[in-house]
């Protein structure tokens, strides 16, 4: 088969940001292309190192505060490139700390604001209780489908694990990523889980969160290919019969 697609994935911190093995989205967006002869490439950008401007899909990972500040000087120090790279609709997927990394602002846990790069409108505080107000246990999501557009594929939802003091709060410049059927969510309060902004994505979800939602996964290779190749790119189909029904057997169990 002649190799007609290629794609390279650069994975943010994997050294910091690894926090209940995200880095297995990694290995999910890798596999699911391989199993399609897409021929990709993945590159790693940790603290000192460069970051590359010609990847198509950018992943970055969770942590604990002292991971997001350990990286947040040298994150910063590509604000710039990132933007522009958000701007010209690179791919990117944000989890957890990431997520937070990429909006305005956000305390860490003894109160000290930290500034975000700014790129997403959103801020992320810790509550007054912050063991009561903990969000924590497994989710499932409902995706946003005016923002998405899941409505014709074979799957609607989101599942994962959620383990978070800082509740995240959005502006109006950034969309949710669905709704929050079982679980908190951003924050313990609005009933919305992560942010869509341009190609940007979001998310609280761990597990690792690709690993859980292939059929997300197949949505950001596609979008990637699309923004590189066209509007035309059709994915091949895979055998996820097994997938489709662990990820049905778990909502029915959450619940």
């Known amino acids: 088969m002649i190799n007609k697609y290629k794609l390279e994935i650069t994975h943010l911190y994997p050294k910091n940001l690894n926090l209940y093995g995200d880095n297995g989205n990694i290995i999910?967006?890798?596999?699911?292309?391989?199993?399609?002869n897409i021929d990709v490439k993945i590159k790693q950008k940790n603290i000192g190192d460069q970051l590359t401007k010609h990847s198509d899909i950018y992943f970055i990972g969770g942590g604990q505060d002292i991971?997001?500040?350990n990286i947040c000087n040298d994150l910063l120090s590509f604000k710039d490139t990132i933007y522009k790279l958000v701007e010209d609709r690179k791919v990117f997927l944000t989890v957890c700390a990431g997520l937070q990394l990429f909006g305005k602002y956000f305390y860490d846990g003894t109160g000290k604001k930290i500034e975000g790069l700014g790129i997403l409108d959103i801020y992320t505080k810790a509550p007054s209780d912050s063991i009561k107000d903990r969000c924590i246990g497994n989710k499932i999501v409902v995706l946003n489908e005016k923002i998405i557009g899941f409505s014709k594929t074979y799957l609607n939802t989101l599942i994962?694990?959620?383990?978070?003091?800082?509740?995240?709060?959005?502006?109006?410049?950034t969309d949710y990523l669905g709704?929050?059927?079982?679980?908190?969510?951003n924050n313990?309060?609005?009933?919305?889980?992560?942010?869509?902004?341009?190609?940007?994505y979001g998310t609280y979800l761990h597990g690792p969160f690709l690993s859980k939602n292939p059929h997300f996964a197949?949505?950001?290779?596609?979008?990637?290919?699309k923004e590189k190749?066209?509007?035309?790119?059709r994915l091949s189909k895979l055998n996820d019969i097994r997938e489709i029904r662990a990820h049905k057997f778990i909502i029915q169990n959450y619940k």
């Not at 999910?28 to 399609?36: A, D, F, Q, T």
């Not at 709704?179 to 969510?185: E, Y």
């Open 28 to 36: 999910i967006l890798k596999k699911r292309c391989e199993w399609r």
């Open 67 to 69: 991971d997001e500040i």
């Open 160 to 173: 994962g694990f959620e383990n978070h003091i800082g509740q995240t709060f959005l502006g109006e410049n």
């Open 179 to 185: 709704t929050v059927s079982n679980g908190n969510g």
């Open 188 to 200: 313990s309060t609005d009933n919305y889980e992560g942010i869509v902004y341009k190609n940007v």
């Open 218 to 225: 197949d949505f950001l290779i596609l979008k990637a290919l």
């Open 229 to 233: 190749y066209g509007n035309k790119v």
